[in-house]
């Protein structure tokens, strides 16, 4: 299978990338890293101006009409640069599962906003059991009048400072399949009840917990239907997981180059150490393992593009974030071993890109979520991205 990029594709990666590399140079990464917000406003408006937010909507909505796999480039430059910001949060998270899923007054409502970079979004997915599986979804909405209170915290919420709104997956029901009894909210960030606590993070990306005391949210504000919000909640997973894997793919390639150009400076014996042997073979090794993984992001949001079924896009989704996880990691390690142990301090770029590797673990699943889907057949069956359509009551 050919995984050339077309002329256009081409475009909008190295536009992504001279504007990254212009517009957030590593010391700037540094400045945004240590700031309140965590991110550029004029930054984010100038993304918006380029059409990066409705890079895959529809263009009813704002959007520009493009596919996945455009996105995922994008996603991949922006690995590449570490550019800070919640636009993994809002695009990645929460505009597709609004495009699947949503009413067409919701639709019309929320999605013009994010397409133009007005409206910024968060995920209230994780609880105190840290865990992606629906038993670990405990925070209870309960039926009062015309509304859903709720009460309970939410963890790892990412930019949720900035976010308007919060989709919140929340527990309305129970039964003998934890999968049963899900629903999915459109919260307003405004909402009396809700508090806000940053939670500190080794890679500064700005995590925080929620705490929600009797919010009242609207059952016009169910995403989906009442009890059946599994669905969405795998959408979500396919969609941050595939988007994830980009991302880190542009920060290994990024790790790879600055320690192959280092091993070309650093003398050692009289000798650069990228002369010896057994460097070379650690960087082919990391080479290769690279390669695997673009292969496996590409396809996947080929997939994904080619209006394939769920049960065939969702197992190589989850092959690409273990992937991703374990060469990220690997690539970064083996990386700070050749720097020396300079490398590992922020002083050097390489020890900001080491920084996210715990948070990029975690962010679109853990390695052992995903082989648990692959082994288990953890697949919600056809439909779910099936060229974002709604699925059905057979599905």
Known sequence: MDFSLSSDQELIKSTARKFIDNECPKDRVRELNRHEKGYDPEMWRKMADLGWMGLALPEEYGGVGGGMIDLALVMEEMGRGLLPGPFFSTI???????????????????????ANGEGLWSL??????????????????????????????????????????????????????????????????????????????????????????????????ILGELHRGWPLVELIFQTTALLKSAEMLGGVQAVLEMTTEYSKQRIQFGA?????????HNLVDL???????????YESAWRIDAGLPAFLAAPLISMAKAKA??????????????????????????????????????????TRFHLDRIAGGWFSGPGALEGHSKPTNDQ
């Open 92 to 114: 990645a998270a929460c505009s597709f599962p609004i495009l699947a899923f949503g009413t067409a007054e919701q639709i019309a409502k929320y999605l013009p906003p994010i």
């Open 124 to 221: 209230a997915l994780t609880e105190e059991a840290g865990t992606n599986d629906a038993s670990g979804i405990r925070l209870p909405a309960k039926a009062e009048k015309d509304v859903f209170i709720l009460d309970g915290i939410k963890l790892f919420v990412p930019y949720a400072h900035l976010a308007d709104s919060f989709l919140v997956v929340a527990r309305t029901g129970q039964g003998p399949n934890p999968r049963e009894g899900i629903t999915v909210f459109i919260v307003d960030t405004g909402s009396q009840g809700i508090e806000i606590d940053l939670l500190p993070t080794t890679a500064r990306d700005k995590q925080f917990e929620i705490r929600f005391s009797r919010v009242s949210v609207p059952k016009d504000n």
């Open 272 to 280: 650069s150490i990228g002369s010896f042997q057994a460097v070379q």
């Open 287 to 297: 080479f290769n393992e690279i390669q695997g993984l673009r292969y496996l992001v």
């Open 325 to 366: 996880n374990k060469v990220y990691q690997r690539t970064c390690i083996d990386g700070m071993k050749l720097h020396g142990a300079i490398g590992f301090t922020e002083e050097l770029d390489i020890g900001l890109y080491h920084l996210k590797t715990r948070a990029n673990l975690a962010l679109g699943g853990d």
